[in-house]
């Protein structure tokens, strides 16, 4: 592969990175450059009402207090971002909402077969744009009595079809520096999930 086509592909990799490490580190304060991208269409097609700020600034405290009650089963399948509110929930993020939805941004946990006690997610994140998909791929387990889950990614990949075009290895950060989403509350037939990132955004998935 010549160097032109190197740095095409690293661009493409840099931009599909931004949204989820902003999501997962915390980002700055954005002006608003796009509107919510067919979130109506998609609860509507879904058949799902989301709890309002109100109700999930209570579940939130209710998580914190006694626990959400949401269990290791209960997050395995694929899940699809719809929405990130800021770190005061008062609004919607539209820029990085529209962003993971127009990416078709999703997150897959699968059971990770493990030696230990703990009970184990492989855990793959993707983002789609046109034929190319980026997928990150590690590993992740559910901690405290919120509960928290940590995770950490090993592995980026960028694929057309079946085609794996770049991979690139990531070490596995200290215990101490892994990321996190903390568990907010799940929709009683398990359609929805929320959770806040260690950046203080709040995000809300769809079951796929």
Known sequence: MNISKLLLIDAALAIAIIPLLFLIQGGTRKSVLLRSFKKEDLLRKASIKLPDKEKLIELEKLAKNQGSGIEFDALLGDWKFLSVWKKDINEED??????????????????????????KFSVIASIQFGLFTIEFSGSGYLQGKQPLFKFFFNLIELKSGSNKLLTRSLEEPEEKKKSYFALIALGEDREWLSARGQGGSVMIWLKD
């Open 94 to 119: 539209p820029v990085f909402s529209s962003l993971l939805r127009i990416f078709s941004a999703n997150i897959e946990f699968k059971k990770e077969i493990s030696t230990k006690d703990l009970p």
